[in-house]
């Protein structure tokens, strides 16, 4: 049942990495838990020592369920081949160990999830390796920050909690000279909306814990690699004894299946939410970039197809306490880490950026509209930013009366 990488994304995820013939005819491919694999005798065991990377041999390097979600991540990528990992985190963190050694230099976006930047000045710095970061907006300007050791550039688009969208043909068109690996971070718009490899990085990592799983139920990371990068990612794994567990892997196929008809529902949710929120008084500006005022909207247009239900928008200036307010009026929705789920989040978000870019004024929430009915997350939106209004209009009668 493998499919054709010439199908439309959504063939794909129906069929991708799906082989009821090896299962009796089951539609899904099962959950295969273990450990020890039997060998019929001693040959047949000696020669699987030196079969490839991601065959069954042993539970660590995974069973059929972990191949079925490598199979179907490597053709919607079209990649190589791909490495599972536990969370999204590990995926990014693992990667970057295995492209990078001491003494070797880092470009990372300034917009990068802020875990990233937590691993790479910490973790990575005190391996030896240089780490420095760029503005989202260089293209292929960044050249000029190259050293002789630069290794990977470490991009995200659209960037974590402001939304900055990345020019990644023209960034791969600077690193590709030198052999520099670019490695995407691809998780906002998953393989759906944006095909990162096809654009011209050698690696894209993916919490799979937000969209692929789908339904707040698992932690999941895939790296999907070009060669000959998929090779180091695949040695280190092997070496480093990296694995998903099946049942999780299990929930990201299922997850897969049904992505496409997820996604546009997000998206049209977002789209509804995000335009009644850009003429509401309270707000001043959109952060998604499928709206047009959004600075990266031209890249958006040209390298995706969707964009996801994630998107941030910066209030006008009011107290602080009052921003907790708004947030804590809501009712549908949760205040919470992650998103992707099928459920709206809010969260306030302090964006910590060290080489410029974009300021803000006003304060920052990120929402992730889920998969209700915009017409109830608009109601809500409406009672709880009228809380908002009052506390602002309140608070500037305080300011003006002192
Ligand atoms: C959530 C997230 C991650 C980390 O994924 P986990 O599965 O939570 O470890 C990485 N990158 C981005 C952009 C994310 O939003």
């Known amino acids: 049942m493998t499919s054709d990488r010439s199908h439309h994304p959504d063939t794909i995820l129906a069929h991708a990495g799906r082989k009821p013939a090896e299962f009796g005819g089951v539609v899904n491919t099962p959950v295969v838990r273990a450990s020890t694999i039997l060998y019929p005798d001693v040959e047949a065991y000696r020669a ?20 079925a979600l490598v199979e179907a991540m490597t053709e919607l990528e079209g990649g190589d081949g791909a490495v599972l990992h536990p969370s999204g985190l590990a995926a990014i963190a693992m990667t970057l160990r295995a492209l990078l050694s001491p003494g070797d230099h880092l470009l990372v976006v300034d917009s990068v999830y802020a875990p990233t930047r937590a691993f790479c000045d910490g973790q990575l710095a005190m391996q030896g390796i240089e780490v420095s970061y760029y503005d ?20 995200e688009s659209p960037g974590s909690l402001t939304f900055d969208m990345q020019d990644m043909p023209a960034l791969s068109s600077a690193c590709r000279p030198r052999e520099i690996a670019l490695v995407v971070d691809g998780t906002w718009a998953t393989p759906l909306f944006c095909k990162p490899l096809s654009l011209g990085a050698d690696v894209v990592v993916h919490s799979a814990t937000k969209y692929i799983v789908g339904h707040s139920d698992a932690m999941l990371g895939v790296a999907v690699a070009r060669d000959p990068w998929r090779l180091k990612l695949e040695k280190f794994a092997a070496l480093n004894g990296i694995i998903a567990g099946p049942d999780d892997c299990w929930l990201a ?22 335009s009644w929120l850009g003429v509401h ?35 006008v200036p009011c107290d602080p306490g009052a921003v907790d307010r708004f947030i804590d009026a809501l009712t549908l929705f949760g205040i919470g880490s992650s998103w992707g789920g099928y459920e709206s989040l809010v969260l306030p978000a302090s964006p910590m950026r060290t080489v410029g870019g974009k300021t803000f004024e006003g304060p920052l929430v990120r ?4 998969l209700e009915h915009p017409d109830d997350l608009i109601a809500d939106l409406e009672q709880a930013l009228a809380q908002l209004d009052s506390a602002t209009r309140q608070g500037q009668e305080n300011h003006h009366g002192k």
């Open 253 to 274: 196929l299922r997850g897969l299946r049904s992505m496409g008809a997820r996604l546009r529902q997000h998206q049209d949710c977002a789209m509804g939410l995000s």
């Open 136 to 155: 989202p907006a260089l293209g292929a300007d960044i050249a000029g920050l190259f050293k002789p050791n630069t290794r990977v550039v470490f991009a």
């Open 367 to 370: 929402l992730h509209a889920g």
């Open 48 to 67: 699987s020592r030196s079969i490839k990377f991601g065959s069954l041999r042993y539970g660590r390097y995974g069973t059929q369920t972990a191949m």
């Open 281 to 315: 008084p309270a707000v001043r500006r959109i952060l998604y970039p499928a709206h047009r005022s959004h600075p990266g909207h031209p890249i958006w247009r040209r390298d995706f197809t969707g964009a996801s239900g994630l998107f941030g928008v910066e209030l």
